[in-house]
C-alpha cells in the first residue's frame, strides 16, 4: 500500500483544512470590523442577521444564533443602547415584541463592508458559470449543515 493518500482524499483534506482557515480569518475579520463601529462580532453579526432576515422575536434570533434567551436578551439590551436594533410590540399580538434593524445604521455597515464585497466578486470573476455554481452549492450545504449540527447539539431553544 502507497503511503501517499489518493487524490481525492488529499483534495477533501485540503477542502477542509481551507474551509477551517477561512472560518477563521472571517471571524477575525468580522470581529474587527464590528470594533471599528463599537460592536462586538455578534453584535455585529445579530445585525447582519436582521438585515437579511428583516425582524424577528428574541426567541428567533435565539434560534438562529444558538444563544442561550437570557444571552439574546443582554445582546438587543446592548443594541438597543447603540441606537442599532428598537423593540416594537407586534400590531397583531400585543404580546409578541419584534426586534427592528435600524436601517439607516445597517446602511453604515454595509458601506463598511462594500470594498470587501467588491474584491470578492473580482476574486469570482476566474471562475466559470459552472465552478461558482459548485461553490455556492458547498457554501449553502456547509451552513445547512451547521445549522443542523448546532439544531442537534444544543436542541430546541425552549430546552436550555
Known sequence: MSSHPEPRERLIEIVRQ??????????????????????GATEEKTLALLGKRGPLTAGEIAAHTGLTTPSVTGL????ESKGMVRRVRDSHDRRRVIVEPNQERLAELDQMFSSVQEAFHEMLDIYSDEQLATIADFLIR?????QEFMAAQWGKQEER
Not at 472560518?23 to 470581529?31: E, G, I
Not at 438587543?76 to 443594541?79: E, G, H, P, Q, V
Open 142 to 146: 456547509s451552513a445547512q449543515r451547521t
Open 18 to 39: 481551507a474551509s477551517r482557515e477561512s472560518s477563521t480569518m472571517a471571524v477575525f475579520f468580522h470581529t474587527r470590523m464590528a470594533e471599528r463601529v463599537g460592536l
Open 76 to 79: 438587543l439590551d446592548r443594541l
